[in-house]
């Protein structure tokens, strides 16, 4: 069972960017990695998906597509989400997981917090 650990999430003012990661205990290769946020009082959302292989093409939610960019490291079982131009609506626990979402269990996601 691979493990799933999500980082980088803090507090920022809008207009700012984080960048979060998720590492994996074990390989990612031939998993299509998505990113996911759950906000306060709500469902956990798709935010976009990277293939593998990764040939060029990233898949992105319309409300981030522009300011969120998925890159992924598979030589270092690592998936990262750069976030820029941060609003308050990006308020939410983010998380990592293999694109079905039913092969490893969720980790415990990472906290950002959009606010002036």
């Known amino acids: 069972q691979v493990k799933l650990v999500e980082s980088g999430g803090g507090l920022v003012q809008p207009g700012e960017s984080l960048r979060l990661s998720c590492a994996a205990s074990g390989s990612i290769w031939g998993y299509a990695m998505g990113w996911y946020l759950q906000a306060p009082g709500k469902q956990r959302e798709w935010v976009g998906t990277i293939p593998s292989p990764y040939v060029g093409t990233v898949f992105y939610a319309d409300s981030v597509k522009g300011r969120f960019t998925i890159s992924r490291d598979d030589a270092k079982n690592e998936v990262h989400l750069y976030m820029n131009n941060l609003k308050p609506e990006d308020t939410a626990v983010y998380y990592c997981?293999?694109?079905?979402?039913?092969?490893?269990?969720w980790g415990q996601g990472t906290q950002v917090n959009v606010s002036s």
């Open positions: 997981n293999e694109v079905t979402a039913l092969t490893w269990a």
